[in-house]
């Protein structure tokens, strides 16, 4: 038994251990990377608050959990010599263990691996919690429950991770109180008979019914949820939502705190049947007033009139839409066209007129990845448009050709290949917005591998490292050389010119 525990707090304090490892090594790059682009500040606050976060949770989670499992413990402490009887031998083996002398540690074990990944789930949520801290008022409430916007936009989120957070937390440690009460007999099962003992009883009652509380607390929450509903005519709460959901959701609330209330009066009434006949109540009015009732409304009272019942939710969804954009204070203005438009005006507007665009992005993209892709693991990943001065003042649309992993044949995709040699990609393709070629096509003023520019433009650097498609990381300056861009049957190659990026010079960082 004591090889067992040995091996059992050896295996977690390694697992422990390679987790600490990971997540110090996934950080540290990190912090590399922030602090290169200058938001080290940023990613500091995003770990002081997945610190601080996880923390918070663990630790509730790990005293909740360890309170109830030593209340649990201390009421089988009468019962614990008794045998498991009738019962799977791995069962039987397993109970043993949870009887014997390292009980309190494998139990221990077990909350600090629980609250460990309890704790972890919240580390998600980090934003969640900033956005809470920093919550700030809109000025405006919304038509149903006259809540400030801002309540929807910082502060509802977290309400809802709470609430699932602390359901999920309550049904670990029943799930564990049980399981303790039945290795030290407390709770057994003797052919067709269920025996529990009363201490057990309240114990498990009374976490019932903090369990009913969170559940009445998640349809309160569910009530705000409304204002995202897509069941109407319009996105928000329609006419079903206000006069049957809201409604329902009421009377959910109603019988679950009855329920909680119930539960913890029950070891004192001693009235144990009144949970069966609560819990087919429950079921029964979850179905007939959550699922059935407001599809009833939508089909037989809402969709025969639905323009005139729709009508006061689809002005709150044009009315709230308006203020989001800022379109609500818009000030009409009338424009008067003229018509005898003059020379001296084309003058005045000539850099307006010689550069009306022509061009569509799309079709434009679509032509620049068939005639100027040159290979095919090169990409055109979007066209952007800028301004130069080339003699007279230009608009342009260009893009750069990329070299993404996914264009690489998966054959060769290798991790030198993708880490070492194909690092960057090359060039870029630039033609007027305002100009198209006898066949249809744009004119390139700037093309083909190396750039070749038919305007006063010196393209110094062309490899391309910070692109829209780099979505890896790469090494250089290694003894590799880097592939820069293909030469007829040759390649071309060379090695990273730039500043930018992080050092990765000695052991640690290399580790």
Known sequence: MKTKAGFIVGGFTLLIGLILAN????????????????????????????????????????????????IARKFGYSTRSMGLVNLNPAIQSLGFLFKGTYAKYIWGIIILFLAFIMGYSAVGSWETFLKFIHASSFGIVDPIFSKDTGFYVFKLSLYNFIQAWYSYTLILIIMGVGLSYFFDSVISIEGNRFRI?????????????????GIAWSYRLKLYSLLYSTRGAAYGAGYADVHAQIVSYWVLIALTLAAAIMLFFVPIIKKWKWIYYAAGVYFAVLIGLVWIYPNIVEEYIVKPNELVKEIPYIKNNIEFTRFAYGLNN?????????????????????????????????????????????????????????RYHFKRYSEVALAVRELPVSQIPSRARTWINTHLIYTHGFGLVMSPVNEVTPDGMPRFIVKNIPPQASVPLTIKYPQIYYGEETDQYVIVHTKTKEFDYPKGEQNVYNNYQGRGGVRISNLFRRL
């Open 197 to 213: 003992h009363l201490k057990a009883k309240y114990h498990l009652s009374i976490l019932g019914a903090l369990f009913f509380l």
């Open 23 to 70: 997540l110090f090594v996934k950080y540290y790059g990190d912090w590399l990377w922030f602090r290169e682009m200058d938001y080290g500040s940023v990613f500091i606050t995003i770990l002081y608050t997945k610190v601080l976060v996880f923390l918070i949770f663990f630790t509730i989670f790990g005293v909740l959990a360890w309170v109830n499992i030593a």
């Open 330 to 386: 818009v000030v009409e203005k009338k424009f008067q066209v003229l018509q005898d438009i003059k020379y001296s005006d084309i003058k005045k507007n000539r850099n307006t007129i010689e550069n009306i665009r022509l061009w569509d992005s799309r079709p434009l993209i679509q032509t620049y990845k068939q005639l100027q892709e040159i290979r095919l693991y090169y990409d055109f990943k979007s066209v952007n448009v800028d």
